[in-house]
């Protein structure tokens, strides 16, 4: 007999798999924007009963990955180029601020281990983004400036930034997808903003992150126009 209070943990534990399984869909593009499904479909695909699926699409609508259409299951949702440059300015305005502010007491504050470990995050973003490989990339990348902004301590903020990231990744995806090589195309700074952090030097992280955020409008506007 299961101990008080296993299946849920269980329950939870299957919800948080299925939902990132399917963050991954949309994130590589498998589940386009505008893809319909059910609830019945993915719990088929998965092999699993329909609660822990429906729980993990509803959290997906919370992140704005999805939508809710009553009667018919749920679509992806379909970000617009105006979507797009507004997450970039959300970015900009939070994390740049917050960085100039904070990174001084934040480096005083952090383990070294911590900077190790997104160093190396850094080191793989950026390996990838040279080659082009634009999966691997996505996963480095959204594990570094999680790593990278949880060391400020304030969970609230590292959250919204990780949210508006895998919503601007998910945009830009299939405009990416339309190059055919695309090494040397994406920004590949990680490190340089790794040692700014770990210099404490504030403007010059602010100054990184606001290239990051010009380079990716840059790129998506004239894929965008053909």
């Known amino acids: 007999m299961p101990e008080p209070g296993s299946s849920p943990v269980r329950r939870s534990t299957l919800r948080q798999q299925i939902a990132d399984a399917l963050c991954d869909e949309v994130l590589a593009g498998r589940l386009p924007a505008g893809r319909q499904f059910t609830v019945k479909e993915m719990a088929d695909q998965y092999g699993v009963s329909a609660t822990p699926v429906r729980e993990a699409l509803i959290d997906l609508c919370s992140q ?100 508006m990231r895998v919503q601007s990744w998910v945009f830009m995806v299939p405009y990416l997808r339309r190059l055919p090589d695309l090494a040397g195309v994406l920004w590949a700074e990680h490190s340089r903003l790794t040692d700014a952090v770990t210099r404490a030097d504030g403007v010059e992280t602010e100054r990184i992150i606001s290239s990051y955020n010009s380079h990716s409008l840059v790129l998506i506007e004239r894929l965008a126009q053909g």
């Not at 390996?127 to 060391?151: C, H, K, M, P, Q």
Request: aromatic share 8%; hydrophobic share 45%; no cysteine.
């Open 64 to 163: 704005g990955l999805l939508d809710v259409e009553e009667h018919r299951g749920f679509r992806v949702h379909e970000f617009t180029l105006d979507d797009f440059r507004s997450m970039l300015e959300a970015r900009s305005l939070i994390a740049e601020g917050l960085f100039r502010r904070s990174v001084t007491d934040m480096v005083h504050a952090v383990a070294p281990e911590a900077l190790v470990s997104v160093r190396r995050r850094a080191e793989e973003a950026e390996r990838a983004a040279r080659l082009g490989d634009l999966d691997i990339l996505i996963g480095y990348d959204l594990r570094f400036f999680r790593e990278l902004t949880s060391l400020i301590g304030n969970n609230y903020i590292t959250d919204f930034l990780q949210r």
